[in-house]
């Protein structure tokens, strides 16, 4: 058997990054290497054992992403926009595979990883989940079987703290409807209604989203026609699929060629 894969946790402290600090626990197959919180964080030098509250580990909580980097396998990175970038630099300089959760990029965001990814493996998704990817490609699919009588609107439901909208993974079914109807998403996206704003253009692809206390990711795809809907439903329950999906993307880039990568490609889902 290979070595356990020595894996770097950015953002520790957050919900994901203590999720995934669980499931590699679980795993025989990963190892915590490096444990990464921004500057300032009062974890920055203490076990990180200790401060989630049980044994020490040996692992100190750095903020030092180059320093977590050195002989590392690969760095799962649920953060912020801005620190996945640098995150992806850093990663790119160190030829460790990068694997990112982080939504809320601009396009601006997500072209700065292109130079990167021809670097090392870089593997992005806003839904690391086995379930809502095959959501992803049934989308796909019910989009392309459908015309634009089906009016297709996404509504996605999260708890209270999740700061950006429409998530990632509403970004990705509302792509995956685009693709399935041949046409480009920024073209027909329809986000954000209020007040007076006529009626619906056909078409669009529409998006909405509700934020309520721990809600911890639902989706719907719903293609609405007169006289009858057909709704695409994805619930998460626990956090610990985007984890599991996650340390999976890390164990598949041991040994793949530099690229950009997503969680079809991960999970053999690809149809391209
Ligand atoms: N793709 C997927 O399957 C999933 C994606 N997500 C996405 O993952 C991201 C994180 O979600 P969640 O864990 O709920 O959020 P949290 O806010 O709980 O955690 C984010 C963590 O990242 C830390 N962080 C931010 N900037 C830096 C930095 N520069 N250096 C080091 N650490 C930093 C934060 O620190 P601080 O608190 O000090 O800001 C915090 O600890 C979000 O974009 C979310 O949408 C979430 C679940 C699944
Ligand atoms: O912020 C979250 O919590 C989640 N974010 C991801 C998204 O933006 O789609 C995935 C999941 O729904 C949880």
């Known amino acids: 058997m290979d070595q ?6 950015t953002g520790v402290s957050g919900r994901m990054g203590r999720m995934l600090v669980a499931t590699i626990a679980d795993s025989d197959r990963t190892v915590v290497s490096a444990a990464v919180e921004r500057a300032g964080h009062d974890w920055i030098g203490r076990d990180l054992g200790e401060v989630l509250g049980g044994a020490p580990t040996g692992v100190t909580v750095t903020d030092d992403i180059a320093l977590a980097l050195q002989g590392a396998d690969a760095v799962i990175d649920f953060t912020a926009p801005a ?3 640098a995150f992806a630099r850093a990663a790119a300089e160190a030829g460790v595979a990068h694997v990112i959760g982080t939504t809320g990029m601009t396009t601006d965001d997500i072209a700065q990883l292109s130079g990167p990814a021809e ?3 870089l593997v992005r998704a806003g ?3 086995l379930g809502v ?3 992803v490609q049934l989308t796909r699919r019910v989009a392309a079987a459908l015309d634009e009588d089906y009016d297709i609107e996404i509504i996605e439901s999260h708890h209270n703290q999740k700061v950006d909208a429409p998530s990632g993974t509403a970004l990705m079914l509302g792509e995956a409807a685009a693709a399935g109807r041949g046409v480009a998403l920024e073209d027909v996206s329809d986000r954000g209604r209020d007040g007076i704003t006529g009626a619906r253009t056909r078409g669009d692809i529409g998006f909405a989203a509700i934020r309520g206390g721990d809600i911890v990711g639902e989706h719907d795809v719903m293609f609405a026609a007169t006289g009858e809907r057909i709704t695409l439903r994805h619930v998460a329950s626990d ?3 985007f984890a599991r999906g996650a340390v999976k993307a890390a164990l598949w880039s041991r040994g793949k060629p530099p690229g950009a990568y997503d969680m079809l490609d991960v999970l053999g889902l690809s149809e391209d």
Do not use: E
């Open 133 to 135: 990817n095959l959501l």
């Open 127 to 129: 839904n690391m989940s």
């Open 83 to 85: 620190a996945t970038i």
């Open 119 to 121: 670097r090392t493996v």
């Open 239 to 241: 956090r610990s699929v």
């Open 4 to 9: 356990p894969l020595k894996t770097v946790i």
